[in-house]
C-alpha cells in the first residue's frame, strides 16, 4: 500500500509539473471562465445602452391616430403610454392631423371589422421596414377590447400556454418571467440551441477526459518501457501495485480535470443565464454531476486500464498513436452513437447502449443529461461497469508481468485480447 | 551462505534461445564477474536472477530462496543502458527510485546528497536527466543501485561512458561496499576490469558457461609456457627458450613443447644472469577468453 501511495505521489506530481497537462486541464477552462465573464460584461454594458436607446426608442414612440368605425375600442390599454393612441371621428380628421404632423400615421377599423378582419394602417411612408413598427400598439389595443378591457384574458390569448419548458430536466428555482422574454408583447423570443447542445456537451467532456487520461497511460507505460525504466519499477514495486498506482494517480488527475471542466461549464451557465439567453433559473442538477462523476471514473477504470495493458504490450514508444488508436475505437463507436441517439434518448438501442459497461459512460450520460430516466438503470449500468472494472484491472494486473512487459514482440490486437483474457 | 544460486537456467524468445545452459553460485560479500561478449546471454541471465523473466528450465535462488516483495528492498539494479526517467529533474527522479526501496524521502534526499557530491552530480541535481552527459547519466544510475544501501548490487556495464577519473571513482565505490560486505554481481565484456576486481567470474558465451571459478586458477590453470623475467642482462640463446617478447618492463619468455619454467631457470642460472624477477607468465582474462571461445568454434565446426 505504502509503495502505491508512492507512485501515486509521483505520477501526481509529475503530472502537474507538465504545463501541458496543466493548461488542457485547468487553463483551458479557466480561460473559458475569464473569456466568458469577459464577454458578459461586455455584452451586458451593451444591452445597457440597448435598453436606453430602447427608452428612448419607446420615449420616440410617435403619436398614431385611429378611426374606429366599427365602435370596438372602449379603453386604451393602461400599460401604453398616455396620447400613444388618438381617437379621430372620422378619417377626414384623421388625414387632417396627418398632415398637420399632430399623429405619424392612422388606423382605420372598419365597420365589419369583426365580420373580415381587416384593418388599415395609413402612413405617409414607404420604408417597409419602419411601416410595422408601432402596429403591435393598435393589435394589444384590439386584443384588450375584443375581451371588454381583461388585459389578463388579452396578455392570455397574446401569448397562448405560457409553457414553462423544462429541457435537460433543468430546475427551475426562480419563477416569473424576465423583461424581454417570449411572454410580453412587442418583443421577439430567440430559440435557444445551447440547452439542445449541452448533453453533447457534456458528454464530449466526459469522453476527451477519458480519452486523454487513457492515452496519458498508454503513453506512460509505453515511455517507462522504452526507457527501460520498467525495469526497476519492476524490481521494486509488485505488478500490482504499479499498476494500481498508476490507474488511481491518472484517474484522480481526470477527475479534477473533469470536475474543472464542468464548473467551468456550471460558472458558464451561471454567469451567462441571460447572455445566453438561457431559462430562467436554468442550472445543471446536481443528481446530474454526481452520475457523471460516477460514470467517468468507471469509464475511466475501465479505459484506462485497457490503455496500460496496451501499454505493456507495445514494444516501442512510437507505436503508441496506432494503439491507442485501436484500443479507443469501443469508446470512438460509443461516442459516435451517442450523437446519433441523443435526440432519441429513450430509443431500445440507446438503452442497452447506456447499460453496456464498455458504452456506458458516454450513452448514459447523454441519456441522464436529456433526463427522464429511471433510476435503475443508471444504477444498473455503473454495477455492471464496476464489475468491467474489477475484471479488466484484474486482467490487466496480470498483465503487467515483465514476462509481458520485456518481451519485445509487436503489438497486434489478436495478441492483445489473446493476453487480456488468458490473464482472467 | 551463498546469495545467488543459479542452477542450469535456459530462456528462449521465440526461436532464439537467450541463455541455454548457465549454472552459477554468488557467496556473501565478494565481487562476481559475470563475462562473456556482446549477446553472450549475460543480460537475459540477469533479468532470470532477478525474476524479472521465468525461466524455461532450471532454478534460482536469491538471497535464500525464491524472489519475494520484501527481498526486493535489499537488491539494488543497474541495468546495461538508460533506466532513469529522462523527463524529469535528477533529484526527483532518485529520490523517487530510493523511496520504491523503503527509504523515507528525507532519507533519500540526505543520503542522495553526499554521493551526488562524491560525483560531481551535485550542481545537476535540478537538470533533467535527458540534459545530462552519458558519463553523468551512468554516475546517476550508479548511485539509483546503491542510493538504498541494499545486500546485493548487480551493474550491467558499470564502466561504459566513464572516463578514467570516473572509472576509478566507481571502482573504489565498489571496493568500500565490498569492505562493508555488500555482494556485488558485476556483469561487463571489458575484461580488464574484472581483473581488477573480481574474486570469482563466471565466463558465459552463447548461453552456456564457458569458465567458472575463482579467478587466479583459472589463469593459472590457462597458463601457458611461458614466463615473465626482468633483468638488465642481455639474455643468451636458450635451445628451450622457443622466443622473447618484450612486455613493458619485462620479458616474456616462451618455452619449447616440453619444457618447464624450472629447466628455463636452472639454465638462466647456469648461464650467470642476475634476475630481478622470476615468475609463471599468467595470461590475462581477454587472452583467456580468446583462446576458450576459438576452442568452442573449432569443437563446433568439427561437430
Redesign the interface.
Known sequence: MKKTLQIIRYELISALSRPSFVFFAFGVPIIAVLGFFGYTLIKNSQATEKNTEQTQEENKLNPEGYVDYAGLIKVIPSDLPTNILVPYQTEAEAKDALELGEIEAYYLVPEDYLKDGDLYYIHPETNPISQDGQIWIMRWTLYVNLLDGDMQAASNIWNPGNINRRNLTLERTGGGSLAGDCTTPGYTCESNALIQLLPIGIMAIIYISIVTGGSYLLRLVSSEKDSRVMELLLLSASPNQLLNGKVISYCLLGFFQVLAWLGAVFLILRIGGTTLNLPPGFEIPISLLVWGLVFYVLGYGIYASMMAGAGALTPKLSQYTSVYFVVSIPLFISYFFSLILAMRPHSPLAVVLSLFPLSAPIMMITRLTVGGVPFWQPALAAGLSLIMVVLIVRAVARMFRAQVLLSGQPFSISRYIKTLAKSQ | MKQVQVAHIAKS?GNVEAVRDVTFEVDKGEIFGLLGPNGAGKTTTI?VM?????PDAGTVSILGGPMS?EK??L?G?M?E??????D?PLE?CLV??A???GLSANDARRRLGDYLDRFDLLPHKNKKVKELSKGMQQKAQII?AILHDPELVIIDEPFTSLDPINTQLVKELMGELHDKGVTIIMSTHQMHQVEELSDRILLINEGKNVLYGNLNSIRRDYAGHAVMIKTNETIPDIPSIESIVQHNSATKLILTEGTSPQDVLGALVAEDITLDKFEIALPTLDEIFIKVVKEGSEENNKM
Do not use: H, S, V, W
Not at chain 2, 50 to 54: G, H, Q, T, V, W
Open positions: 524468445f533479468r532477478l525474476d524479472i523473466f521465468k516483495e526486493k528492498d537488491i539494479y541495468p543502458e538508460r533506466g532513469l526517467y529522462q524529469i526527483r523517487y527510485l523511496t520504491l526501496k539509483a
